[in-house]
Structure formats: C-alpha cells, structure tokens
C-alpha cells in the first residue's frame, strides 16, 4: 500500500481530503506509507512489485458478504480523479484484484490507485 498522490493523478478534492485526515488522525501511518514509497521508487528498481493505493477499505468477512462483494462491481485500477475512480472498495473485491493482478502483471513496478469503478466498464 502507498500514498495516496502521485504525479500522473489528477486534482481531487476527495483524495487533498482524505490525505489531511489521514495525517490528522494518524501520522504515524501517513509517514510509514510515504517512507515506504520512497524507498521503493528509490531503492527497488528490479523488484517486481505493485504499490496500489486506496483511500478506504470496507466490507464484512462473512463467507455470504465476501462472495457478493468480490462480484459487486468492476475494480477500477489507474490514476485518481480518472473516469472511473471513487475513494474505496470492499476488501473481497481488493483481494480478487491482488489474485488478478498476480496473474496478468499489468501493474508492475507501478503505483496504481484502486477502487470501486464508478462505471460500467472502467477506462484506464
């Protein structure tokens, strides 16, 4: 997990809100998260690994809830304020983009931010 802000996103007042109370209310976890970016821009250039970002994670972990939860919705995976991106998703649907994303390697060596789509078919 990284950052929620990367020089490719777009301007969001969602993602400027989010970071402020994140660093309000937990500093210590902000912090962590930027160091733990900065080191792998800076120190992991031939590890294959994927920094996603995500503004908040919600869901139960019922058997019933997580079924219906990993087929809610499209994922969106891409830049922040793009068509298609919200600030969340259900953890159910996180953990089937990290199997998906093992798979295809799409998003190696990137940072993209996931959610929820916000449409049918998400545009990257």
Not at 53 to 75: H, Y
Not at 94 to 121: H, N, Q, T, Y
């Amino acid at each position: 997990m990284s950052t929620l802000s990367i020089t490719e996103d777009s301007s969001s007042f969602t993602r400027f809100l989010l970071a402020i109370l994140t660093r309000i209310i937990a500093s210590t976890a902000y912090n962590a998260i930027i160091d733990l970016g900065r080191v792998f821009q800076e120190e992991a250039d031939g590890l294959d690994r994927t920094l996603f970002r995500i503004g908040f994670i919600s869901g139960e972990s019922d058997d019933d809830s997580w079924r219906a939860d990993c087929e809610d919705q499209p994922t969106y995976a891409g830049h922040i304020a793009k068509p298609g991106w919200k600030a969340g998703m259900k953890r159910a649907a996180l953990a089937s983009w990290f199997v998906d994303e093992v798979e295809s390697g799409k998003w190696v060596r990137k940072s993209p931010a996931i959610s929820k789509s916000s449409v049918k078919k998400a545009k990257v």
